[in-house]
């Protein structure tokens, strides 16, 4: 079983991704009743996501020799960059899964920093997560939420959090494979327990909510959206254990509330996200958050501008 990140661990990530991953700004989000509501702004990283910080710690804690036949994973798109921007720095080899559904957007990026891209139906690639293997696959895999190392680089966002706000009341997340919500929660519980990490999920796509309820891991029917960047059939199992340990709970917002967040983000910070960095925001404007101080992590910003002019628009992709 997956084990969450030491403090210690996180903080020797810090140092290591430097050379990758930028510290990113907190901003208040303007002209807004109720609480205070920032925005962790990891949209702003080289690739657009906050995947760089994980990709970067688990590939530099590897030796030359483990990372001699390149390295390669299985991302919609944004751990996929994480992974390819670390490989391009090294000059190493570079390939990853991708699903049938992962946008043209984040394809180009992958094919722009040298990877070589593979496609496969949804079912086929959502396995590779389990198994950690797949045809003509070589070199070090490096799994996008189900590791101790992602999890670390991911945990650094909380060092900045709590540097720039250290009377956060509550961080909302957006919840995927877990390793973004539980390595920012693993530092909180350590250095400012009272804050209350939450997951935000996407109605229809919200396995760890269904989870929770049932107070068990549970299955549930799954359909890709244009919030592509979370939201699956299910949690890992090992994933399913520390969400539940680590987290408050999650707020399920939807399809036309996510849309919302990502026309305010632009109107109002003039900030693009993609539907998975604004679920969270989405869920701070849904008044169910406690606190005073709201952080959202705006995970990622890779969004197909054809999508985006959608809901400018007013519509939903």
Not at 46 to 66: D, Q, T, V, Y
Not at 162 to 179: Q, S, T, W
């Amino acid at each position: 079983m997956t084990a969450a990140p030491t403090l210690t661990a996180i903080e020797a990530a810090r140092s290591r991704i430097a050379g990758s991953a930028l510290r990113t700004p907190l901003v208040r989000l303007p002209d807004e009743e109720g609480p205070e509501i920032w925005l962790k702004l990891e949209s702003l990283q080289p690739i657009g996501s906050f995947k760089i910080r994980g990709a970067a710690n688990a590939i530099g804690l590897r030796s030359p020799g483990e990372l001699s036949e390149g390295v390669w994973t299985a991302s919609a798109g944004n751990m996929a960059q994480g992974v390819a921007w670390n490989a391009r720095r090294l000059r190493i080899p570079c390939a990853v899964v991708v699903p049938e559904t992962a946008p043209r957007t984040k394809l180009d990026a992958i094919e722009r920093l040298g990877a070589r891209v593979v496609e496969t139906s949804v079912s086929s690639w959502f396995e590779v997560f389990r198994t950690r293997s797949f045809e003509g696959m070589a070199g070090l895999f490096v799994h996008a939420f189900d590791d101790t190392d992602v999890m670390a680089g991911n945990g650094t966002i909380a060092l900045e959090i709590l540097e720039d706000l250290p009377d956060v009341d509550a961080v909302i997340v957006p919840f995927g494979g877990g390793g973004l919500a539980c390595g920012i929660a693993a530092a909180l519980r350590t250095l400012a327990p009272r804050v209350e990490v939450l997951a935000s999920e996407v109605e229809g796509q919200a396995p760890l909510a269904a989870s929770l309820e049932a107070d068990e891991r549970v299955e549930i029917d799954y359909t890709p959206t244009f919030v592509d960047g979370i939201g699956g059939p299910h949690v890992e199992p090992s994933m399913w254990s520390l969400a539940r340990e680590l987290l408050a709970g999650s707020l399920v917002v939807s399809l036309e509330e996510t849309a919302a967040a990502i026309r305010r983000l632009v109107e109002r910070a003039r900030i693009v996200a993609e539907g998975a960095g604004a679920s969270s925001l989405a869920a701070g404007l849904s008044g169910a958050v406690p606190g005073d101080k709201v952080v959202c992590v705006i995970s990622g910003g890779n969004l197909d501008t054809s999508r985006l002019r959608t809901i400018l628009e007013g519509g939903v992709p």
